[in-house]
């Protein structure tokens, strides 16, 4: 088999775990087990095409879908980038598919929750996967319209309005990324991204003007923003993860949220970075030519406002998953942080990737663990109010471990996973001489220890509270699968460190990306 | 003409959207949401530029094959109207729930019903 045919191993996968799922409804033990199968074929084939990429020789394997040529046809790319994403959202949905297993009633299970949950995965992958623009806003759509549904899961009260908020919200979003693309198509004449990106790199022969590019790639941002939660766009994520069923909450914050960053890395340092300004931008506190000059503070206000919102707001709820759904507004932040830096300052740009590619695999872990471990805690005791919570270490020892080491890898000891994004985060501010960026960071980092160690002190010390149900060993397991992944990737650091170096490299690397691609010149 | 037409059309289209997704009544921010997501849709086809004749020719019945609109965003167009469609369709399920759930579809008098 030739390797390009491994690109569409793990869609394949997802896609047919899906159908095989909705087909076994009527035996909930098949289904359960077919899914878990799939969670771990997904794995594996994620595991194949990361080890393809390793391999091959120009790190980026190409398959064009019924062997049209790009541009015509659509094509799917694995990168270093894509596989590195890939494996993150792998290894995050595996745990949280088997805690679903146990943690979701068996009515929720046989209704729709495996089919969808492998249908959202169809969707992530894809994005990871597209390099077609186009097909970015079609794999978007599988993802959200399963995140939906899982979003409304519950469909009480609260549940149906967070969701409604939701739905409005991504329908707008996905209106207003079609208006872009539109223009990107009409104005660049490609949907393709890699040509999209030669056509950039060389505007005057193609008869591109760059400055309306710049305008709509500016509003496509705003759509990745929207799906990735960074402020001013944060205002759906505490309802929407309150609301959704624990591991929903996992997947929202751990793996769909990363959607949004990859495509913002994809995009903004891949593709429109390609792209100069020759006349330059006559607004104050936007100088230079290149199109990164232009995004480097925004993202950076952006970045800052997540830091502190989320954090000042996280320090404030009054209850656990309130918490940790504005302290994942925060750490979105610090991981567009160092991208805003890179922006800035092209000596620290791999540097500054490699952080934030590091912090993403480092927040997909530790929230999700968050999650799930809050997830627990509701189930046992029936609450997630810190007034009414207290004594759980006591209670339950492990489960308190895994969230002590979840709270740990956020806000960054050694040796765990947080402790190398934090450290890759300040680096890359102080290198770049960022003063700024390093306050905002520091503030951020305090009121993580702020509102953790106020979490601890209310939920897992103090006087124990009634245990209404022991949950069972799978979930705590589930959770301390995480919790040993956060310790073991930070102890083994170094191939972490250099698959981040490689991801950050192949984002930077156009010219491989738009050869590997090879778009066939048309004028 | 016809690009002054769709324009000033386009222009409407997005200001009622807008105007209903600021009401108070859910359904009308459903039908905003799907009027403002149809008019991308009109919106992409114009990119495709409006002065060419048909795109797919009939056994070459109009001859000329220069000048042909652009049959890429129609292409598009297609799979956005389907995807409007199942979205539009669950926002409206949806609503229905809500008003299961909240004997209301006032967002006024959802959100005073609501926690905090």
Do not use: C
Request: no cysteine; hydrophobic share 55%; proline share 4%.
């Amino acid at each position: 088999m030739e390797p390009a045919h491994l690109v569409i191993a793990p869609l394949l996968t997802a896609l047919v775990t899906a159908i095989l799922t909705l087909a076994t409804r009527s035996s909930l033990s098949i289904q359960r087990a077919l899914s878990l199968v799939g969670g771990v074929g997904y794995l594996v084939g994620v595991g194949v095409l990361y080890n393809a990429v390793q391999t091959d020789a120009d790190g980026v394997i190409v398959y064009q879908l019924s062997d049209w040529a790009a541009p015509f046809g659509i094509t799917l790319v694995a990168d270093a980038l894509s596989v590195f994403m890939l494996g993150l959202a792998a290894l995050v949905s595996l745990a949280a598919l088997a805690f679903s297993v146990r943690f979701i009633s068996d009515y929720g299970q046989r209704v729709s929750y495996h089919p969808l949950y492998h249908l959202m995965m169809v969707g992530v992958t894809g994005s990871f996967l597209t390099g077609d623009i186009f097909n970015l806003f079609v794999w978007f759509e599988v993802m959200l319209m399963s995140s939906y549904v899982l979003v409304a899961f519950y469909s009480g009260k609260q549940h149906t309005r967070a969701a409604l908020t939701y739905v409005v919200l991504n329908l707008l979003g996905s209106a207003v990324m079609l208006l872009a693309i539109g223009g990107l198509y009409a104005t660049t004449g490609t949907l393709n991204m890699a040509d999209m990106a030669r056509r950039l790199a060389d505007h005057t022969a193609y008869g591109i003007d760059p400055a309306p590019v710049l305008g709509l790639s500016a509003i496509l941002f705003t759509v990745f923003a929207l799906k990735a939660g960074i402020a001013p766009f944060q205002f759906w994520v505490p309802a929407a993860y309150r609301a959704a069923p624990a591991p929903v909450a996992a997947m929202l914050a751990g793996v769909v949220k990363k959607v949004g960053v990859y495509a913002i890395i994809r995009l903004y340092f891949t593709i429109f970075a390609a792209a100069t300004l020759p006349a330059g931008l006559s607004l104050p506190g936007l100088s230079g030519t290149a199109f990164l000059d232009f995004f480097g503070p925004v993202f950076f206000i952006m970045a800052a406002a997540s830091i502190l919102l989320g954090g000042y707001g996280a320090v404030g709820r009054r209850t656990l998953d309130g918490m940790l759904a504005y302290s994942s507004i925060g750490q979105v932040g610090f991981i567009l942080l160092p991208l805003a830096v890179a922006a800035t300052v092209p000596e620290v740009r791999t540097l500054g990737i490699a952080a934030a590619l590091i912090y993403s695999l480092n927040h997909g872990f530790a929230k999700a663990l968050l999650f799930l471990a809050s997830g627990v805690i509701e189930r046992m005791t029936g609450t997630l109010e810190f007034a009414n919570l207290g004594g759980l270490t006591e209670r339950a020892p492990v489960l308190s471990g895994g969230f002590f080491l979840g709270a740990l890898a956020l806000i960054g000891i050694p040796p765990l996973t947080g402790f190398f994004g934090k450290l890759l985060v300040f680096d890359t501010a102080a290198r770049a001489g960022a003063d700024l960026a390093l306050a905002v960071a520091l503030a951020g980092a305090i009121l993580t220890i702020a509102y953790f160690s106020r979490a601890w002190n209310r939920g897992f010390w103090g006087d124990p509270v009634e245990i209404l149900e022991q949950p069972s060993g799978t979930l705590t397991v589930a959770v301390a699968a995480l919790a040993l992944g956060v310790v073991v990737l930070g102890i083994g650091f170094d191939p972490v460190m250099d698959a981040a170096n490689a991801a950050a490299g192949a984002a930077l690397d156009r010219a491989g990306y738009v050869e590997a691609v090879a778009p066939e010149v048309v004028q | 003409m016809t690009q002054f037409v769709l324009a000033a059309v386009l222009g409407l289209l997005f200001a009622l959207g807008t105007f209903l997704v600021l009401r108070r009544d859910i359904v009308r921010v459903v039908w905003g949401v799907t009027i403002i997501s149809q008019s991308a849709n009109v919106y992409l086809v114009t990119m495709g530029g409006l002065s060419g004749s048909v795109p797919i020719l009939a056994h070459g019945a109009h001859g000329d094959l220069s000048g042909v609109t652009d049959p890429l965003v129609q292409a598009l167009v297609l799979t956005a109207i389907v995807i409007g469609f199942g979205t539009t369709a669950f926002a409206l399920v949806l609503t229905y729930r809500v008003h299961q759930e909240h004997g209301t579809i006032d967002l006024f008098e959802l959100e005073r019903g609501g926690d905090t």
